[in-house]
């Protein structure tokens, strides 16, 4: 069934109803004069009336993506209709409401907003994704007396996102595209909201992974965002920000590819701008960073583990957020690196465990104690079986990438700040069965994976959903971080009998997380330790 609104600013719009919800599908939020030109906000429709009541076009990427995805959960879901990528009507965004006492959408309801931005490496990923659907979380929000409005967007990735180079710049097109229509797609909610029955000013970002990234990047920012912000399995130091000589040598790799490296500048652009739109992914030579860049702007600079502990402000790395977020969540699951085993580490075999080793002392070649200390904590040797190293790295990853971050933002953090783990296993059989794999906790925290839990995974599900909505809602769903103490809400493992818990101290051992990094990061330094890992991940 559809339904439709009146917007003041929009016009009509005709939209999908869902099971207590209604739906407004593939809204266009900018425009693009070219691929790789800045997005310009909408502001309105030239329509009397938008059909609202489809999926928009996802930006380019890799096609059959989500399969990737739903094998990473290890679990699928039914895929909807969804257009070819586009790389010029990619710039839209979905948006559920739930429906008022009368049925039908209040638009005057002032209802508090999500804004979710997707996880996928910045290759990858789109707000059609079945699991990161609104509707059956914005029920519940309904049904819970706690009413919440999700908006899912969709924004550049791979070359169209994070191509950059001096001669790009200098022609007049930005760093970061990704990070900009990110952005922009906040002042179109923020602008536009209003009119859906959303409360402009009770606004948080959600993300996942290179989402969460993302949302916590958004810190960086003068202009106030978002009021909240919440993020799950990565924030700002999943990874480091590429300096622009890295990204002026994935420039010229492209354009190598491409066989544009004897043409002019000027040339060279109108060819990048014209050459089919596939080519943007099928031709980019394997192993070619196309990331985010310490543009100035976007991303001031390096975030540090010094920096984001830190009560003080940094010079390098500033997050003006830390005055104007209310609210600040970060979450991580236990195994969140079990995904850089489909991204690059099972290659590393056979003989992972010797290759770790030689980095390890390569980039602790200064600190041999610490060295000695970190292969001795992970049970790594030169006998390690490949399985066994491989499985011991991806547990360092989590916790020196994952969870010693989420605690080291909870440490420098000024104002509230809610920490939790997430401990439920992927239930379905598969490589990591019984893992608190990435992915995961959006699966159970959207509500779209319901059918294939069992009572007590459902339970988790529910209770992570009802934190959420209260987060949103501008409440405090457990007690916030005080001090030293790293009070945090713990999530399954339902198979132990947990569905949720709050830990006051925080202990490693009390949440499910080992101690041994947070001993290793006080040795060597925690920046040092996160190095290790994005050394040998890097193949250095």
Request: glycine share 10%; with cysteine.
């Amino acid at each position: 069934m559809s339904t439709s609104i009146h917007h003041p600013n929009l016009g009509e719009l005709r939209g999908n109803t869902t099971d207590g919800a209604a739906q407004f599908l593939g809204v266009k939020y900018a425009t693009l004069k070219n691929r790789l030109a800045p997005a310009e906000l909408i502001s309105g429709y030239e329509k009397e009336q938008t059909d609202a009541t489809k999926y928009g076009p996802p930006p380019v990427s890799p096609v059959g993506a989500v399969n990737r995805e739903f094998g990473f959960i290890q679990q699928g879901l039914p895929i909807p209709d969804v257009p070819t990528h586009s790389d010029l009507e990619g710039l839209n965004l979905n948006i559920t409401v739930p429906f008022g006492k009368d049925g039908k959408v209040e638009v005057d309801a002032k209802l508090p907003v999500y804004v979710f931005v997707h996880g996928g490496g910045f290759a990858v990923g789109s707000s059609w994704y079945p699991h990161y659907d609104s509707a059956a979380v914005v029920k519940l929000s309904a049904e819970l007396g706690k009413p919440i409005i999700g908006v899912t967007i969709n924004y550049r990735l791979g070359a169209a996102g994070f191509l950059t180079s001096k001669e790009l710049r200098a022609a007049g097109y930005k760093a970061n595209n990704g990070f900009h229509d990110q952005r922009t797609a906040l002042r179109w909610v923020k602008n536009h909201i209003g009119g859906f029955g959303g409360d402009p000013d009770e606004i948080t970002t959600v993300g996942e992974s290179a989402g969460g990234l993302s949302v916590t990047m958004f810190l960086c920012s003068e202009e106030p965002l978002m009021k909240r912000c919440f993020s799950t399995g990565g924030a700002v130091l999943l990874f480091a920000p590429f300096p622009l000589e890295v990204a002026e040598a994935s420039y010229r790799k492209l354009v190598e590819a491409l066989g544009l490296s004897d043409k002019s500048p000027e040339d060279r652009i109108n060819a990048l701008l014209s050459v089919p739109q596939d080519d943007l992914w099928q031709k980019v030579p394997m192993g070619t960073p196309l990331l985010p860049v310490i543009d100035g702007e976007t991303v001031p600079g390096h975030p540090s583990f010094v920096s984001v502990s830190s009560k003080e402000d940094s010079a390098v790395f500033s997050m003006p957020g830390r005055k104007w977020c209310e609210a600040l969540m970060i979450g991580e699951s236990q195994l969140d690196a079990n995904i850089l085993a489909y991204m690059g580490l099972d290659a590393r075999n056979p003989g992972i465990a010797q290759k770790f080793i030689d980095s390890v002392n390569t980039t602790l070649d200064s600190q041999p104690v610490a060295a000695k200390e970190l292969l001795s904590a992970y049970d790594v040797t030169p006998s390690t079986s490949d399985d066994d190293a491989l499985l011991s790295i991806l547990r360092f990853a989590s916790e020196i990438s994952f969870y010693a971050p989420a605690r080291a933002f909870a440490q420098g953090w000024p104002g509230k700040f809610f920490l939790y783990h997430f401990n439920e296993g992927i239930p379905w059989p598969g490589r990591f069965q019984g893992e608190a794999g990435h992915i995961l906790d959006v699966a159970y925290l959207f509500q779209n994976y319901n059918e294939h839990l069992d009572e007590k995974q459902k339970r988790v599900a529910r209770a992570y959903a009802e934190d959420f909505i209260k987060l949103v809602n501008g409440e405090d769903p457990w007690t916030p971080v005080q001090g030293e103490k790293m009070g945090a809400r713990v999530y399954g493992p339902s198979s132990a009998g947990v569905t949720s818990k709050y830990v006051d101290d925080g202990m490693p051992e009390e949440v499910g997380r080992n101690g041994r990094v947070l001993k290793l990061g006080e040795m060597a330094g925690f920046d040092s330790i996160l190095d290790v890992f994005q050394n040998f991940f890097q193949g250095r």
